[in-house]
């Protein structure tokens, strides 16, 4: 079977049409790549054919790309010179592009081509926009929920195969790089307008044909073809263009913070690719896309947030045995933040959602958070009036336990307490049957203990959200010592069935993603202790690719959360505790009444909207900065290493079961510099024999936090890496 065919119909068109088998969209693989050109060159070569029309064969969609899986194998794939091998790989995929493109007119006088025109039924994502901005003309459906671009930006690459020279040609350089620096993606008359399509129609491949079939010369000849072409906006030299490519460097730097490499690479095909003529900007922009793929960056990506992040969704880590466990009934206690955002999320999903709080004005209130959005989505045109009116009739409040009977899923979102957790978990099991899932949204407190208030303990599981859970894409299952399967299959349908993204640990204080983010934090606050300054510690954090240095987080979440979580810690560890230094910084300011943003005063001090307006005065009077600062290396070093660390030992202490849990949730959870596909993949490209030694280098300077783990040790002597000793994992179940 073959992923593209060609019909020659009686009129002269030929139809090529793309049509991958077994798949729902198609993906291009590189054996696909011979077959279109094959095709290509028979109608060319046939007399009878007056044009070409490139379409899918899928009902709803062109085309969703390269497929990744190929992209992150294409180094390894390259030969021995691997440069080279996909430097000549992406020019041979640039020539087939480039034969559409020139229709075999004559080189001189751009005449006697074959007119191609792409019909799209609906999405066309990366190379399937890439290669309809090849043809002469491209007609789509009218269809709202297709959505146009090239979003290769999002996975650490970037349009290789003609599309970033190609959009910077036809629309400029300014109009193209909301859509190649951000991903953009637009609907088709959105597509349209910006100028990514040519036009919208009800039946784009008769549209096309028609085209086709009075298309002259001229229609066919690409602007930088043309004699006399001039890019839009100005090429790089001339005032305009000169200005555009100094805002485009700041924009991008100041984004980026450098870390990203494919924003930089773009960029630079862009600028130089501008200064020479097309087939040479080509050439430059193949070399680039070769200079990203090499990097260790866009594989890490590609594999964590693409690869893994879409196996974990599919439920790689579900118990095979159990049947669908899909939530009918979600009962959801307190209507706090947490809870409002769970109703929110389920609603939309279609679930019917009963929210309980001690007194109705509380649950109302929750509601009406979901209330709130809908109306925003409204007024925006996201969602119709009727479709949020049908979300809102989803959720019920209450202060009423009877109202949760018949319900699947209990998710308690109430205070972190023990004993108030307890309470609500008795009230529950008087109401609900025998079959019902109770799940615990806290966020430090060990499943194992609160378990035992429940009648069933193979029934209790951990679901934490993080905050604000509409916006957040991870959800953190943790599986206590007596859970049972089908409560982790319930929790992971339930997380699938709201689009999230879920990983499943195994039960300890903290789980994973707090394990990890609390020393970084912490490391923060030491530093502040040290006398380092805090706008070295802000920055070397955001440099390095966090996307909130440590101070500015602990102000978001609150000083006094810290502290609560502090004595909760030293109180359950004693003499182990190891935290007393950072401490010492977060009871003065609890103390002072420096709570953070919701007290307009932390490490940062904020005007009457909360908005920050710098680094604290009176933390800096406390804590003057040392005569002697490190380096930026240093700093990045602790903050990346105490994370990393962090990580390893949960995945020695069997609290992470899956190397790529512990990637896509440090990225999705919290935002660990996504540029390194997570901390273990962060590890695996610096190296287990580096990591080590620096670690012990860390140790010997900083103290026993930073001491290598075993399992770390054991692959530095053996030069093993995590992906090769544990990235053997089945893909779904």
Request: proline fraction near 6%; aromatic fraction near 6%; charged fraction near 25%.
């Amino acid at each position: 079977m073959t992923d593209f065919t060609m019909h020659k119909g009686d009129d002269g068109v030929a139809v090529i049409t793309w049509n991958v088998p077994g798949k729902s969209m198609n993906v291009m693989s590189m054996e696909a790549w011979p077959e279109l050109d094959a095709l290509v060159d028979d109608a060319l070569a046939d007399a009878a054919v007056k044009g070409i029309v490139i379409t899918s064969g899928k009902p709803d969609s062109f085309a969703g790309g390269m497929d990744l899986n190929v992209i992150a194998k294409m180094k390894k794939s390259a030969g021995d010179n691997p440069a080279q091998g996909l430097f000549d790989g992406l020019m041979g995929a640039h020539g087939i592009l480039r034969k559409i493109e020139r229709a075999g007119m004559d080189p001189k006088t751009l005449k006697g081509g074959k007119p191609i025109a792409c019909a799209l039924p609906g999405t066309a994502l990366g190379i399937g926009l890439e290669i309809p901005l090849a043809c002469h003309r491209i007609f789509c459906a009218d269809n709202p929920k297709a959505k146009i671009g090239l979003p290769e930006i999002m996975v650490g690459i970037f349009p290789g195969m003609g599309g970033t020279t190609r959009l910077v040609r036809k629309m400029g350089a300014m109009a193209a790089s909301p859509f190649l620096l951000e991903g953009k993606l637009s609907d088709p008359k959105k597509a349209r307008a910006a100028g990514l399509i040519d036009e919208v129609v009800d039946d784009p491949l008769a549209a096309a044909k028609e085209w086709v079939l009075s298309a002259k010369d001229a229609d066919m000849v690409k602007p930088w073809d043309a004699k006399g072409y001039k890019m839009p906006g100005g090429a790089p030299y001339s005032p305009s263009g000169f200005m555009t490519f100094v805002g485009a460097s700041a924009m991008v730097n100041g984004k980026t913070k450098g870390v990203y490499p494919a924003a930089k690479a773009l960029l630079s095909a862009v600028y130089e690719g501008a200064l020479v003529p097309f087939d040479t900007a080509l050439k430059i922009e193949a070399r680039w896309f070769t200079n990203v793929l090499m990097n260790p960056s866009s594989g890490a990506m590609i594999r964590s947030l693409f690869i893994n992040k879409e196996a974990l969704e599919k439920g790689a880590v579900r118990p095979a045995d159990v049947p669908d466990q899909k939530v009918k009934k979600l009962g959801v206690l307190g209507a706090g933040m947490m809870g409002a955002g769970i109703a929110l999320v389920s609603a939309q999903a279609g679930i019917e959602v009963v929210l309980l709080d001690r007194d109705q004005a509380a649950a109302e209130k929750g509601k009406a958070y979901s209330a709130d959005f809908a109306a925003k989505g409204v007024q925006r045109k996201k969602i119709t009036q009727d479709k949020a009116d049908a979300m809102l009739a989803l959720i019920t409040p209450t202060t009423s336990y009877d109202d949760l009977k018949g319900c699947d899923l209990i998710i308690e979102a109430v205070f972190e307490d023990p004993r108030i957790k307890a309470e609500v978990t008795k009230a529950v099991d008087a109401v609900t049957d025998e079959d019902c899932i109770f799940a615990t949204n806290t966020s430090t407190l060990p499943i194992g203990e609160l378990a035992k208030a429940s009648k069933n303990a193979t029934n209790f599981i951990g679901i934490h959200f993080f905050s604000p859970v509409e916006k957040m894409l991870l959800v953190e299952i943790i599986r206590g010592k007596g859970t049972g399967d089908r409560a982790v299959a319930k929790a992971l349908d339930f997380v699938r069935q709201i689009r999230k993204t879920p990983i499943v640990v195994n039960d300890a204080r903290f789980f994973y993603a707090n394990r990890c983010i609390i020393p970084y934090i912490n490391e923060g606050i030491r530093m502040v202790a040290e006398g380092i300054e805090p706008a070295l510690i802000e920055n070397a954090a955001k440099m390095v690719g966090m996307p909130l240095g440590p101070l500015q987080l602990v102000d978001e979440t609150s000083i006094d959360l810290g502290a609560k979580i502090a004595r909760a810690t030293k109180a359950a560890m004693g003499d182990a505790y190891p935290d007393s230094a950072v401490d010492e910084v977060i009871f003065w300011m609890e103390g002072e009444g420096r709570l953070g943003r919701k007290a307009k005063a932390g490490f940062y001090d904020y005007d009457e909207a909360g908005k920050r307006t710098g680094l604290s005065a009176a933390v800096k009077a406390k804590y003057p900065a040392a005569a002697e600062q490190p380096d930026l290396i240093e700093v990045q070093h602790r903050l990346l290493f105490v994370q990393s660390l962090e990580a390893v030992r949960a995945l020695e202490d069997g609290v992470l079961m899956d190397i790529r849990e512990g990637d896509v949730g440090a990225i999705l959870g919290w935002g660990f510099a996504p540029w390194s596909g997570g901390p273990l993949s962060w590890l695996d490209m610096i190296g287990a024999p580096y990591a080590a030694e620096r670690c012990d280098e860390l140790a010997a300077k900083h103290g026993p936090r930073f001491a290598c783990p075993a399992l770390l040790r054991e692959m530095a002597d053996d030069d093993q890496s995590f992906y090769g000793r544990f990235g053997a994992q089945p893909a779904a179940a």
